[in-house]
């Protein structure tokens, strides 16, 4: 069973750079059946897609955060990963990882537990 | 953008009662590539069915998906106690990914 796990600081300061790791046991992230996804959920409100990325390094952005976001992949340590610059206090959202299929099962089927990222002023 | 709208906001049920949660698109969700997750607090989403109407494994066949083009029903026949959570519907169908606002299900 594919496990993902979120890893990085909890605080940042406004106009830093967030940056997030996701790491994936039980399976490799080498595989071209998946995308791997960051998603974000502000506290109580919804879900927010910001990025994917394929094995091959593709990459597809939200584009209402694609100036500031950077999404990258290491096949070698089977972790991909989450740069958001410029953050303010609306960036302070629980940010998840999660996979995607490719094709008609495409939604996230499995996710991370997640991880709250804080925006200091 | 497609825009996800759920309906109700809020679903007052007692357990043992059919729950019926709608998703409607501003624009056709070609492929039917619809989604659904729950979410309880402090966890993760999960999910529930994708492709519009089939089941994700693991998931009780008391939960159903159904529609097409830009309406979508999540259907929860007999609830139980541990149904009660807020669901979202989401379409994979174009760029950007998009969510809709939720559906709370609560206890009555």
């Known amino acids: 069973q594919v496990h993902l796990q979120e890893s990085g600081p909890g605080l940042v300061k406004a106009s830093e750079t967030l940056s997030l790791t996701c790491t994936v046991s039980?399976?490799?992230?080498?595989?071209?059946?998946?995308?791997w996804s960051w998603i974000r959920q502000p506290p109580g409100k919804g879900l927010e897609w910001i990025a994917n990325?394929?094995?091959?390094?593709?990459?597809y952005y939200n584009p209402s955060l694609k100036s500031r976001v950077t999404i990258s992949i290491d096949t070698s340590k089977n972790q991909f990963s989450l740069n958001l610059n410029s953050v303010t206090a609306a960036d302070t959202a629980m940010y998840y990882c999660?996979?995607?299929?490719?094709?008609?099962?495409?939604?996230?089927?499995?996710w991370g537990q997640g991880t709250q990222v804080a925006v200091s002023s | 953008e497609i825009v996800l709208t759920q309906s109700p906001g809020t679903l007052s049920l007692s357990p043992g009662e059919r729950a019926t949660l709608s998703c409607r698109a501003s624009?056709?969700?070609?492929?039917?590539?619809l989604a659904w997750y729950q979410q309880k607090p402090g966890q993760a989403p999960r999910l529930l069915v994708y492709?519009?109407?089939s089941r994700a494994t693991g998931i009780p066949d008391s939960f159903s998906g159904s529609g097409s083009g830009t309406d979508f029903t999540l259907t929860i026949s007999r609830l139980e106690p541990e149904d009660f959570a807020v669901y979202y519907c989401?379409?994979?169908?174009?760029?950007?990914?998009?969510f809709g606002g939720g559906t709370k299900v609560e206890i009555k």
């Open positions: 624009q056709s969700v070609s492929n039917n590539y």
């Open positions: 039980g399976g490799s992230i080498n595989n071209g059946a998946y995308y």
């Open positions: 999660a996979r995607k299929p490719t094709g008609v099962a495409g939604s996230f089927d499995y």
């Open positions: 492709g519009a109407s």
């Open positions: 990325i394929y094995y091959s390094g593709n990459t």
């Open positions: 989401q379409q994979y169908s174009t760029s950007p990914l998009t």
